[in-house]
């Protein structure tokens, strides 16, 4: 099995900077893949941005393209959400996930496994 726990959510203002981290632990050999999703109020889940583990490949939502950047650290076994000049419409909780698939949607949540509880990010 794999645990994710996602820290560092909060309230920001719009054009500021916020990063998001997600430490993994167990299994995680058995995963290639980790994304972000969020859910924002009344709406369905997103796919925000994930990263290939095994060589950083790196994916974005149009949405997010230019603002947001994923990283790894491998010797933390840790994934990044860099939030730069976030907006208002990027208020959600936001949930870190990993999966184990040679599927090329990486931001597709059915490819996904095992996820976090979740952290609110609220932009104003």
């Known amino acids: 099995d794999v645990q994710l726990v996602e820290s560092g959510g909060g309230s920001v203002q719009a054009g500021g900077s916020l990063r998001l981290s997600c430490a993994a632990s167990g299994y995680t050999y058995n995963t290639n893949r980790m994304g972000w999703f969020r859910r924002a109020p009344g709406k369905e889940r997103e796919g925000v941005a994930a990263?290939?583990?095994?060589?950083?490949?790196?994916y974005y939502a149009d949405s997010v393209k230019g603002r947001f950047t994923i990283s790894q650290d491998n010797a933390k076994n840790t994934v990044y959400l860099q939030m730069t000049s976030p907006k208002p419409e990027d208020t959600a909780m936001y949930y870190c996930?990993?999966?184990?698939?040679?599927?090329?949607?990486?931001?597709?949540?059915?490819?996904?496994?095992?996820w976090g509880q979740g952290t609110q990010v609220t932009v104003s």
């Open positions: 996930a990993a999966g184990r698939s040679f599927y090329s949607d990486y931001l597709d949540e059915y490819e996904y496994n095992y």
């Open positions: 990263i290939y583990t095994g060589g950083g490949s790196t």
